[in-house]
């Protein structure tokens, strides 16, 4: 469903916001769930900031910060490894195991906005769920099988009552299911380049 990116984490962290781009997807099912749908991605796509923890199966935690537009902060733990990674504009930083290095050259890292946009030849088809709970916030779950050239890719969307800002979405693939938490919208965050 996400476009292919230099920053494959980065990707999986981004749910389709930018329903309005000029190619968009065809979304199609219960009408009022594809208007609740719609309106919950671009609510996110015009957040400042937010966080998101995403749980990978197999182990390990990436937990993400963003600024608008372009500022991303990731810190990725596997075991007793962590590695952090900053992105501003198109520029990356790395640090890891007690080092610290600016990457040579520039990543074609899109802004959430830009990553979310599909092609008109993808094909939403959205099915309204239940009332569910994550971590004590009241959601509405959406079912969205997505399909693209011949792929598709089964999600479940939860969008929080109260703000009408997704909270969770599931994603389903040949390893397990990938779990991303959304959270903080808004929040003050400060995302530097770091001193390497």
Known sequence: ????????????????????????????????????????????????TWRARMAIPG???????????DRFRMVMTQGNQTTEMFMIGREMWMRSGGTCQKLPATIPVMNPKEMAEHSGDTTITVARGGPEAVDGTPTQTYMLTVETRGTTVRQKLFVATGTGLPRRIEIQNPQGTMTVDYYDYDAQITINNPPC
């Open 59 to 69: 182990g390990g935690v990436n937990t993400t910060e963003f600024v608008a537009p």
């Open 1 to 48: 469903m996400f476009r292919l990116c230099a920053a494959a984490l980065l990707c999986a962290l981004v749910v389709p916001a930018a329903l309005a781009a000029p190619a968009r997807p065809q979304m199609q099912g219960d009408p009022q769930a594809v208007a609740e749908v719609t309106a919950a991605f671009q609510k996110f796509a015009a957040a400042r």
